[in-house]
């Protein structure tokens, strides 16, 4: 999970695209649960078959690149607090 990738040490030094590609299945199956979400809402309320291919096929691109983007955005918050560390332990000495 993406929680578990940023909690991982070997973050800091991970290249983004390797980070990207580790949790590529993590980031389809969150689309893909929020596909099944608007599948459900859509035909329970009776929306038209194009209305429902054209939402579930947004919901899964959707969910799959927010998960992606939380964890870029995660891994920058740790690589700026890494290096503002790193630089108070040198002026501090």
Do not use: I, K, Y
């Not at 578990?4 to 070997?10: F, I, K, M, Y």
């Not at 691109?61 to 560390?85: E, N, S, Y």
């Amino acid at each position: 999970m993406c929680f578990d990738r940023l909690a991982d040490e070997e973050t800091l030094e991970a290249s983004l695209s390797a980070l990207l590609a580790a949790e590529w299945r993590c980031a389809v199956r969150n689309g893909a649960m929020a596909a099944a979400m608007v599948l459900v809402v859509l035909l329970v309320q009776g929306a038209p078959v194009w209305v429902v291919g054209v939402s579930v096929t947004g919901a899964l691109a959707l969910g799959t690149a927010l998960h992606q983007a939380v964890l870029l955005a995660g891994a920058g918050v740790l690589r700026a607090r890494a290096r503002w560390q790193e630089s108070r332990r040198g002026t501090s000495t």
